[in-house]
């Protein structure tokens, strides 16, 4: 009965985890592709799924996870400006912001930190020789300017709906791609426990 017990929190901890990440994309697509692929009128409910969904998870969790804080902070703040100039450049500069932010945190944070970012935000689970932090912080830091490149690359020269199916079918894909290439370096990098 107690396995029963455990094997249900850990389904219902993922299925909430799964539904918070994945449910305010879902309602965007339903209203951006119900009326007529108009972003104004997809912003506002993704906005509201989002608030929502990190309200969610406080209630269950007690805390928020920095990236979807983040993430929360984000699209409300650059989905208000679409919303009230009217104008979606707002939204289609969200991800070029966002991948800059993060490269430059990995290229400034080891001056602050005395050590590579990700080392600090991953040396508890894995564990790599300095060399090896070095050269996967680098690669993440070039990874992330080359995402904001691509981001406004696409928005320039692309149809908004184009945008709208990159930026969830394409930068997710490149994103796991880009990480499985990693795996080399760390089992390179690797040290023994």
């Given at each position: ?13 993922s299925f909430l ?8 994309l ?18 506002p ?23 979807p ?24 500069i ?15 944070g ?50 908004e ?14 994103t ?18």
């Amino acid at each position: 009965m107690f396995f029963y017990y455990v094997n249900m929190s850990q389904v219902n901890k993922s299925f909430l985890k799964f539904a918070t990440d994945f449910g305010p994309l879902a309602i965007f697509f339903f209203y951006y592709y119900n009326n007529d692929k108009n972003l104004s009128v997809a912003i506002p409910p993704l906005i509201v799924a989002t608030l929502v969904a990190l309200a969610i998870v406080w209630v269950f969790e007690k805390k928020i996870p920095m990236m979807p804080l983040l993430s929360g902070i984000l699209i409300t703040f650059f989905g208000g400006l679409t919303i009230y100039f009217n104008d979606p450049i707002f939204v289609y500069i969200k991800p070029t912001i966002i991948n800059i932010l993060f490269a430059l945190g990995l290229f400034f944070g080891k001056y602050f930190t005395k050590e590579p970012v990700l080392k600090k935000i991953m040396g508890k689970s894995i564990s790599l020789t300095d060399i090896g932090w070095e050269i996967l912080n680098k690669r993440w830091m070039y990874f992330f300017f080359g995402l904001a490149l691509l981001n406004e690359y696409i928005w320039r020269t692309q149809t908004e709906e184009f945008w709208v199916n990159f930026k969830v079918w394409g930068m997710l894909p490149i994103t796991i791609i880009f990480t499985a290439f990693q795996i080399s370096i760390i089992k390179k990098h690797k040290l023994d426990e």
